[in-house]
């Protein structure tokens, strides 16, 4: 084998040449089972969930009353759907498991707020100024222990997903998706508090919530995401070379800028709306360029892994061509459209995205002891679908 060449080398379809795809009948499509170590991870996750909804409940309600609590809730779901119809964008080339998406919210939304609800005295404790004024103490609750402690905590569900469903952590777009995710839950928590503490404070009158409302809700409904996102990406480059020593590194060394970027946000103070101007609008337009190249570098990755199949004769250049860009998905979904089949195009397209990145996954040395039969059950698939999409 020489040094260019890819491993481990394709399924080849024997005895039939390339232009030919269509002419064998393939197997029912594999069932896929949940691995144990994803259903523990979710098993384990709705654990710490129901025992942090047990802390976070008591503690928003006392801290906002009954209606403040109410109307928190609803206003905070504002800001929550704009993050997550981002999310839901970004993650359109290759969409994770809802599942996982559903514990990455679930993380942000209860565990990682009821662990900066626990750690935020012990910090204060060990690491405050003695004998601060009151002034101080805040400025260091709000620039030091909130950086540190959130990040942290929202951070731990990166790692765990980093390590449990490394399957599933393929790249810095998936990091991206996941750590706006549990962001998204956080802030979720995090406004229902300040929203619902505007309500019970406002004596009255809504102006006060208004306030709140505009400059956390629409100004600036990204922040957090642009945190954790910072660190979901730098996990996501490691997520590549897959070495746990590797991961750990990468999440101290992600930390750092999440948690500067959340200094410089809660330092801004009378300075608002100047640094929002020049700075966080700016940061925010680097984020969505980020993203874009991030998603081009995905669509390249997935046109070169198909390329391979299609040498192997799985696929012709033309059905690559529809399966690893945008411009050619949009028109393979518009031509199955109008056959009334745009449902089986889409899973074909899929199939074929989650095939190259399980081929990538091995050529980067991860999932080697699955990766054969997995190849196999989506290639048969693919089949399954092409017959379904081209059949008269």
């Known amino acids: 084998m020489t040094s260019n060449a890819p491993w481990p080398p394709p399924a080849g379809r024997p005895g039939l040449p390339p232009q030919i795809l269509w002419d064998v009948p393939t197997p029912p499509a594999p069932r896929r089972s949940q691995t144990p170590g994803l259903t523990a991870l979710l098993l384990a996750g709705g654990v710490l969930v129901l025992a942090g909804l047990a802390l976070v409940v008591p503690f928003l309600l006392a801290s906002t009353g009954t209606g403040g609590l109410a109307v928190g809730f609803v206003l905070s779901l504002v800001p929550l759907a704009i993050v997550l119809g981002t999310v839901a964008f970004v993650d359109r080339w290759e969409p994770e498991p ?7 919210l679930a993380w942000g939304s209860v565990v990682a707020v009821a662990t900066t609800t626990l ?13 601060a004024d009151r002034d101080a103490t805040l400025s260091f609750l709000a620039t030091v ?3 540190f402690v959130e990040e942290l905590s929202k951070g731990l569900g990166l790692l765990v997903l980093f390590f449990v469903a490394r399957k599933y952590f393929d790249g810095p777009v998936d990091g991206v998706v996941y750590g706006m995710t549990i962001a998204a839950g956080f802030a979720f928590t995090e406004n229902i508090l300040y929203f619902g503490r505007a309500f019970a404070s406002g004596e009255g009158t809504a102006t006060g919530l208004v306030v709140v409302f505009m400059l956390r809700g629409i100004l600036s409904p990204f922040t957090h995401a642009m945190f954790t996102g910072t660190l979901g990406a730098v996990l996501g480059f490691a997520a590549r070379r897959w070495n746990a020593g590797l991961g750990i590194v990468a999440f101290v060394v992600g930390l750092v800028p999440a948690m500067l970027l959340h200094h410089l946000w809660n330092s801004s103070g009378e300075s608002f709306f100047f640094l929002y101007v020049a700075v966080q609008v700016p940061l925010f337009c680097v984020a969505i360029a980020g993203i874009y190249l991030l998603r081009r570098a995905d669509a390249r990755l997935t046109h070169k892994r198909l390329t391979e199949y299609a040498v192997a004769g799985w696929f012709t250049p033309l059905e690559v061509d529809m399966l690893a860009t945008p411009r050619g998905r949009r028109a393979g979904i518009r031509w199955a459209a109008s056959r009334g089949r745009a449902p089986a195009m889409r899973a074909f397209i899929r199939i074929a995205t989650e095939l190259a990145y399980t081929r990538q ?16 059950g989506y290639l048969d698939e693919a089949g399954r679908l092409r017959e379904l999409i081209v059949a008269p």
């Open 119 to 131: 750690a935020q005295p012990v910090f204060m404790a060990t690491f405050a100024p003695l004998n």
């Open 361 to 376: 996954r091995a050529v980067s040395g991860r999932d080697l002891a699955g990766y054969a039969l997995a190849e196999k």
């Open 145 to 147: 222990e909130a950086p």
């Open 98 to 104: 809802k599942r996982l998406l559903a514990f990455a």
